[in-house]
């Protein structure tokens, strides 16, 4: 059974730093996409980060340069580091996995094997 489990979510002010970690179960990273998502309450879910078997990461406009996305094959876990954080990056984050290599490429929120179940991010002064 493939599980992925995300961690790190919390309450910062504006300007402050969180990181994410989805670790999986029954699944690697390793050659295969990854990515983050986010949803806030009444808003649909937007693709926020993306990872590829080479590394190669591909971000929404609203995060580059603060929002870095990585992994540890080791740990088979998956990170998102959120710097400079601001109040309109308030949402439930959730972490995907799978092998469709369009929803990898167009940060589709549809295409993806697997979902987790999400870790909520609060910034607010």
């Known amino acids: 059974q493939v599980q992925l489990m995300e961690s790190g979510g919390g309450s910062v002010q504006p300007g402050g730093a969180l990181r994410l970690s989805c670790t999986a179960s029954?699944?690697?990273?390793?050659?295969?996409?990854a990515a983050w998502f986010r949803q806030a309450p009444g808003k649909e879910r937007e693709g926020v980060a993306a990872?590829?078997?080479?590394?190669?990461?591909t971000y929404a406009d609203s995060v580059k340069g603060r929002f870095f996305l990585s992994r540890d094959n080791a740990k088979n876990t998956l990170y998102l580091q959120m710097n400079a954080l601001k109040p309109e990056d308030t949402a439930m984050y959730y972490c995907a996995a799978g092998n469709n290599w369009y929803a990898y490429a167009r940060l589709n929120t549809t295409g993806w094997n697997y979902w987790g179940q999400g870790t909520q991010v609060t910034v607010s002064s």
């Open positions: 029954g699944w690697t990273f390793r050659r295969t996409y």
């Open positions: 990872i590829a078997s080479g590394d190669t990461t």
